[in-house]
């Protein structure tokens, strides 16, 4: 059973820059589709950034330019880097892996990310 481990959120004021990693486990084989969801307060789960194995990356409108998604397939780990963090992007950060391809989805616990103003 695949498992997803998530470090790296935390209090960061507006401007400043966190890295988000996410670990999975359970598995001998690459993940195809891995990715970043986030949900604040009130507010539905959308996705932040996704990353195939591949390489192909695809970004919300809302953190293109700010954020980068990549992954290390070898060890099945997605990482996140947030430059440029505005107060809006508070929310608690969720790591998504699998899809249709891979027969199976699985979400992390999520990690809290707090922008001050």
């Known amino acids: 059973q695949v498992q997803l481990v998530e470090s790296g959120g935390g209090l960061v004021q507006a401007g400043g820059s966190l890295r988000l990693s996410c670990a999975a486990s359970?598995?001998?084989?690459?993940?195809?589709?891995m990715g970043w969801y986030r949900q604040a307060p009130g507010k539905q789960r959308e996705l932040v950034a996704t990353i195939t194995n591949g390489g192909t990356t695809h970004y919300a409108d809302s953190v293109k330019g700010r954020f980068t998604i990549s992954r290390d397939n070898l060890e099945n780990t997605v990482y996140l880097q947030m430059n440029s963090l505005k107060p809006e992007d508070t929310a608690v950060y969720y790591c998504?892996?699998?899809?249709?391809?891979?027969?199976?989805?699985?979400w992390g616990q999520g990690t809290q990310v707090t922008v001050s103003s």
């Open positions: 359970g598995t001998d084989f690459s993940i195809n589709d």
């Open positions: 998504n892996a699998g899809g249709p391809l891979d027969g199976y989805v699985v």
